[in-house]
């Protein structure tokens, strides 16, 4: 079912498990059909952010552009031409911004 934001929250930060199988949560990774499972915040916060960091860093405009549309995050196309650095920066600002409004 939908959950709360208070729900989730709860799911994020504690010793919760997503399941990407069945998209349900658990309390332990033993009751995942997935046989590796990570802890929520794993699975929806950190490893967004190091595809976001690999691919701005090392991919291509278009990759990096393909990347960043799958997780909701839409730049400007003189942004994805930036270097690195202003394109990492621009890209974990929408990132977190988008999460945020979505909550």
């Not at 949560?25 to 995942?32: A, M, Y």
């Not at 190091?50 to 909701?72: H, P, Q």
């Amino acid at each position: 079912g939908n959950l709360t934001l208070s729900q989730l929250a709860q799911r994020l930060w504690g010793d919760w498990y997503w399941d990407p199988a069945t998209h349900q949560f658990h309390e332990s990774p033993k009751d995942c059909t997935t046989r590796v499972t990570d802890r929520t915040f794993v699975s929806f916060i950190l490893e967004p952010m190091y595809k976001i960091y690999s691919a701005c860093l090392g991919e291509s405009e278009d990759e990096v552009n393909t990347l960043l549309r799958g997780l909701g995050v839409l730049l400007k196309r003189e942004q994805l031409r930036a270097s690195s650095r202003p394109l990492l920066r621009a890209a974990l600002s929408k990132f977190l911004e988008t999460a945020a409004g979505g909550w």
